[in-house]
């Protein structure tokens, strides 16, 4: 029988250990591998210019690498539903392989698929390979609940068995085993369309901070395993100004989209680990920033309502305030508050920040100043953050907002004093609000309180060159903290002790792990919660 295969890319956008794709390869005598981009939806998708040109890039170095294995990827424009009847009957297709995707969207997509290929009489393989264990597993070890915290998330994972071992990066001889004919006008039909054909203007626009693909994500990771720290900077991750700007080697983006295996980077840790302890045991800390991302897709993979307040079983129903105005000046970076305005700055300009800045932005947005609801932060994040995805990103702005998982609101980031602790210096804000540069290195951080001759010799009076602070933040981390106490107490009064026993604490996770995240290494959105040692309540 003739085995016409056909891989469907989504996230998984790599050649190395991809087990839904040598599927495809198994025996088959054709193979076309298919990543189905819908044009008109890039215009309405709270998907920013960074995120479409780092997926684009991805996309065109993994046609590079099947070029050079003599194939090539058919990028079809639609949407999946009305693309794979025609590709079905166009390319007589009888296998059909793609990566399990475990977020509710993705699993209601793929039955409907996956129904649809049945009716066709198409084979469907389908293989996890985006998270280090099957989500369903760690779930009926938790009695058929996802766990909630994550010290209980870490125990059950210690009982499992280690995730499996990557697997080999497809070879030229296995394609050449299955050959498809690629057409003289392949890139008319099946090419990558321009951000300027999805409507997106780039004059003037500046070359990426993060370079897509699976080629740069791999020399990323070999090019530091042999630096020294590289791999205990990940057990034990440093801070400090620094590590506030983009590094050469960071990962989440490239886990996120796939051009990384997770299965790849937890091996590569565990053989410098074992090496250089004479083959002892990896204490679970070496892995935290993986588990962390784990921990956030087991929470989200049965809850479709994850990703808001309003229906969520595990999310405090917190009565935050609406104010478009104030949201906008935080989104823009134009708070009045430099550490803060710098941070949505850089995420903007570059769609990446440090994990201790996402902290100190989503304090300010929701609980500590603003007391917007998380959801809006989510969105923008969703738009202009590299490596958010769905659950990670959901799930942290409910930690960080004190909705669920964390309930110490009483500590509060201070968008002055932290930033000062952070970058003593200034010189992260001076290089995202050029307006600040020549401000002294005392004021920087509040350059209101600067004399009226200082700010003329720096050429940026506030109020007119730069924004007043927006609100006085001793007084609002004062409201708001009495705010989450109300909000708690009705908890405690209505509903017993339930939901506040599924929400941890900062000694139960400082005790299960060095959950810190290392932004300079992996920095994905499943960040560092021991916020008390941040900075309290300051001025203004």
């Keep these: 029988m003739v085995v016409n295969s056909i891989h469907w890319f989504r996230k998984g956008l790599r050649l190395h250990d991809n087990p839904a794709l040598q599927e495809a390869l198994d025996g088959a005598d054709t193979v076309r591998c298919v990543y189905i981009l819908d044009p008109w939806f890039a215009g309405s998708a709270n998907v920013g210019l960074n995120r479409w040109r780092y997926l684009l890039e991805s996309l065109e170095d993994l046609d590079a690498s099947l070029r050079k294995l003599n194939s090539r990827l058919f990028v079809v424009r639609g949407q999946p539903t009305d693309v794979f009847p025609r590709l079905f009957k166009e390319w007589n297709i009888t296998r059909m392989t793609f990566e399990y995707d475990s977020e509710p969207y993705g699993r209601e997509r793929d039955a409907t698929i996956l129904k649809m290929a049945q009716d066709f009489g198409v084979e469907t393989r389908v293989r996890n390979s985006h998270t280090l264990y099957k989500l369903a597993r760690i779930i009926e070890m938790n009695n058929n609940t996802p ?32 050959p498809t004919d690629i057409s003289a006008n392949h890139d008319q039909c099946y090419g990558l369309p321009s951000l300027e054909e999805l409507g997106f203007k780039t004059h003037g626009l500046g070359p990426a901070v993060w370079k897509g693909g699976e080629t740069e994500a791999l020399e990323r990771l070999n090019n530091n395993v042999d630096k020294k720290g590289w791999m205990g900077n990940f057990e034990r991750p440093r801070t400090g100004a620094s590590l506030l700007m983009a590094s050469p080697t960071g990962l989440s983006p490239y886990l996120r989209f796939g051009c990384l295996s997770c299965r790849v980077l937890y091996y590569k840790l565990r053989e410098l680990y074992m090496k250089a302890r004479k083959n002892s045991t ?37 009565p935050w305030d609406c104010n478009p105005e104030a949201l906008a000046k935080w989104a823009e970076g134009k708070t009045g508050f430099p550490w803060i305005d710098a941070i949505m700055t850089q995420l903007r300009q570059e769609g990446w920040i440090h994990h201790l800045a996402r902290h100190a932005v989503a304090c300010f947005l929701t609980r500590g100043d603003l007391w917007l609801s998380w959801e809006s932060g989510m969105k923008v994040f969703e738009e202009l953050l590299l490596d958010a995805d769905w659950s990670v990103n959901a799930g942290s702005w409910m930690w960080l907002s004190c909705s669920s998982f964390f309930q110490q609101f009483f500590h509060c980031y201070c968008p002055v004093g932290f930033g000062r602790r952070t970058d003593p210096s200034g010189d992260y804000i001076r290089r995202y609000i050029p307006k600040l540069r020549d401000y002294p290195n005392r004021y920087i951080h509040e350059p209101w309180t600067a004399p009226e001759a200082v700010q003329k010799a720096a050429n940026c009076v506030v109020g007119v060159d730069y924004p007043m602070p927006m609100l006085n933040h001793a007084q609002c981390s004062r409201l708001n903290i009495e705010r989450m106490k109300q909000v708690y107490r009705q908890i405690s009064n209505y509903k017993g002790l339930s939901l506040l026993g599924s929400i941890s604490t900062i000694q139960e996770e400082a005790e299960s792990s060095a959950m810190t995240d290392n932004s300079q290494h992996l920095s994905s959105n499943s960040d560092s919660h021991s916020s008390s040692s941040h900075g309290q309540s300051g001025k203004p």
Aim: glycine fraction near 2%; aromatic fraction near 12%.
């Design 282 to 318: 990896p204490p679970p800390s070496l892995y935290a920033q993986l588990l962390w991302r784990e921990f956030f897709y087991t929470a989200a993979t049965n809850n479709p309502t994850f990703d808001r307040m309003e229906g969520n079983p595990i999310c405090v129903q917190i």
């Design 147 to 178: 766990p909630l915290t994550f010290k209980r998330f870490q125990a059950i994972v210690q009982r499992l068995d280690l995730p499996k071992k990557p697997l080999p990066t497809v070879t030229r001889q296995q394609m050449d085993r299955c």
